[in-house]
């Protein structure tokens, strides 16, 4: 994956996420809102920054038949992203 910028949202996801990931030893199941009130932010702003990483291929979001996000993991190239954005810290 080519190296891509990433706004502080998205950068604080990861982190998140990653800080998850190591906490539980892998099994993270990050949920939307939980990273809502992890974060104190706008709902629609994660929503929007949540879309943009999956797409990047750096997350993936479970859905229920209807769409509505269920669970949030990081791919292996999140992984790695999110890990070096821990040592960077």
């Given at each position: 994956?080519a190296?891509?910028?990433?706004?502080?949202l998205?950068?604080?996801?990861?982190?998140?996420?990653?800080?998850?990931?190591?906490?539980?030893q892998?099994?993270?199941?990050?949920?939307?809102?939980e990273?809502?009130?992890?974060?104190?932010?706008?709902?629609?702003?994660?929503?929007?920054?949540?879309?943009?990483?999956?797409?990047?291929?750096l997350?993936?979001i479970?859905?229920?038949?209807?769409?509505?996000?269920?669970?949030?993991?990081?791919?292996?190239?999140?992984?790695k992203?999110?890990?070096?954005?821990?040592?960077?810290?």
């Open positions: 994956m190296a891509r910028r990433l706004s502080k998205q950068r604080q996801i990861l982190s998140s996420m990653w800080t998850q990931y190591e906490r539980t892998g099994g993270i199941s990050t949920g939307h809102l990273l809502v009130q992890t974060l104190g932010r706008d709902k629609s702003n994660v929503s929007h920054s949540l879309r943009t990483l999956e797409a990047r291929g997350i993936t479970g859905r229920t038949l209807g769409g509505q996000a269920t669970h949030l993991d990081l791919t292996s190239e999140g992984r992203l999110a890990s070096k954005l821990a040592q960077k810290l």
